[in-house]
């Protein structure tokens, strides 16, 4: 079992940045590939990034290239996803999960996620 906390969401006007935060607790986090997903309200959830487990590979939707940045500090257990220039369609609750192969953005490929955080961008 993995145990997944995220937090750093919040309120933040649109042009702004955010940091969000993942933190494991169980099994080996160094040997998990971790992503990013995130839910809008009436929408599917969707994928963001995802890194591999020694950070060699990064893996983003097109919507999201340029403007956000995944990393992990395997000493730390912790996954991040810095989150610049932010839109208003941004808005949404955000997930970290894991899974034991390589990167991917298909949500059925995970095994382990979080509960979310909030980001609401304002216009």
């Known amino acids: 079992q993995v145990q997944l906390a995220e937090s750093g969401g919040g309120l933040v006007q649109a042009g702004g940045s955010l940091r969000l935060s993942c933190a494991a607790s169980?099994?080996?986090?160094?040997?998990?590939?971790m992503g990013w997903f995130r839910q809008a309200p009436g929408k599917e959830r969707e994928f963001v990034a995802a890194?591999?487990?020694?950070?060699?590979?990064?893996y983003y939707e097109d919507f999201v290239k340029g403007r956000f940045t995944i990393s992990r500090d395997n000493a730390k257990n912790t996954v991040y996803l810095q989150m610049n220039s932010l839109k208003p369609e941004d808005t949404a609750v955000y997930y970290c999960?894991?899974?034991?192969?390589?990167?991917?953005?298909?949500?059925?490929?995970?095994?382990?996620w979080g509960q979310g955080t909030q980001v609401t961008v304002s216009s």
């Open positions: 890194i591999s487990w020694n950070a060699d590979r990064t």
């Open positions: 999960a894991v899974r034991s192969g390589g990167t991917t953005g298909r949500i059925l490929d995970y095994d382990y």
């Open positions: 169980g099994r080996t986090f160094s040997s998990y590939a």
